[in-house]
């Protein structure tokens, strides 16, 4: 790890721009929090924050994340000196702030994902690592930098919620040490717990039982979907970030080895997240263009939510169970 390097780097460099995922989760979002604090804390400098889709309001508590804007809002002729990528698993998930980081003088691409080949300057990929923001923390340890309770509560969001509550296989003892060491610092572990997953609203829960009653079975009840529908989250009038813990609530049945939810995004295009017990599926999502972990993993396809549906069933199907 080229700590040294990257803290070079950020001295030299007079705009940063810090880029999240498409369809933001905690720890894209956390993990650009806590780079954002600790930059704006060790050097004096405030960055840039880019959201590739909504905020979902459940992490609307992470400090500093209102200060981030959607890539709507940008000039994307502009030239940053320094662009850092977090959580961002592949290039072609930056979409549309590709432009940016490919006019920026330097760029940075901070991850865990297996599946990341590293498209970026300097690549800093743990795929041993829990999260993007166990690997910042890290990061953050080696540089002696100063973490402060804002930076340890993007932080501490970023692992609780990549590790599922600490209820995945990624829950390793390096991951709960870092953990301990950011309620040291003086986070509340039952407060950023509440945030995260006891602020649904009604709406939600009863979308999330519409859905879980609506789940197919096949191969013995060895595996497990959901079409999500935009119809749906229009009659339940709920946000993006609706399908949040759907594929392990249905990888929670004892039967099920593979989960997944198909949601639509349009008439022709959906998204798929996936989840196992102990098959590789991120290798099943590469053929789609998509990856991640062995036993969590997600991909895009052009088709209808139906025939992605059928696409992913044959391509699960034919693992071995």
Request: charged share 25%; net charge negative.
């Given at each position: ?32 929090c806590a780079m954002y604090s600790a930059i704006s804390d060790n050097y004096k400098k405030k960055p840039d924050m880019l959201l590739m889709s909504k905020l979902p309001d459940v992490y609307t508590f992470i400090p500093y994340v ?237 088709a209808s939510a139906e025939d992605a549906a059928k696409r992913m069933l044959d391509e699960v199907t034919n693992l071995k169970l």
């Amino acid at each position: 790890m080229d700590c040294l390097q990257l803290d070079n780097i950020i001295k030299s460099s007079k705009n940063i721009l810090i880029i999240s995922h498409l369809n933001p989760d905690g720890d894209t979002l956390g993990s650009m929090c806590a780079m954002y604090s600790a930059i704006s804390d060790n050097y004096k400098k405030k960055p840039d924050m880019l959201l590739m889709s909504k905020l979902p309001d459940v992490y609307t508590f992470i400090p500093y994340v209102g200060l981030a804007k959607h890539i709507s809002e940008y000039d994307t002729s502009r030239e940053y000196d320094l662009v850092i990528n977090v959580d961002v698993a592949s290039y072609d998930r930056m979409f549309e702030s590709k432009i940016l980081f490919d006019k920026a003088k330097y760029t940075v691409n901070i991850d865990h994902h297996i599946t990341n080949e590293g498209y970026a300057n300097m690549n800093i990929i743990s795929s041993q690592a829990s999260s993007a923001g166990e690997v910042l923390f890290d990061i953050m340890e080696n540089l002696n930098w100063e973490i402060s309770l804002n930076t340890a509560k993007a932080l501490y969001t970023a692992i609780l919620t990549d590790t599922g509550s600490f209820r995945f296989s990624n829950t390793t003892s390096k991951a709960l040490l870092t953990v301990s060491k950011l309620a040291d610092i003086g986070v509340v572990p039952s407060e950023i717990y509440k945030y995260c997953y006891e602020s649904n609203t009604k709406e939600h829960v009863q979308f999330q039982a519409h859905c879980i009653s609506n789940a197919v079975f096949c191969n013995d009840n060895k595996i497990a979907y959901i079409i999500v529908y935009k119809k749906d989250m229009e009659r339940y009038n709920v946000a993006e970030d609706c399908t949040e813990g759907l594929t392990e609530k249905l990888r929670a049945i004892k039967s099920v080895q593979i989960a997944f939810i198909v949601k639509q995004l349009s008439a022709s295009s959906a998204k798929i997240s996936m989840r196992s017990e102990s098959v590789d599926i991120s290798s099943v999502c590469a053929k789609f263009g998509g990856g991640g972990h062995k036993l969590a993993a997600g991909c895009l396809i052009k088709a209808s939510a139906e025939d992605a549906a059928k696409r992913m069933l044959d391509e699960v199907t034919n693992l071995k169970l």
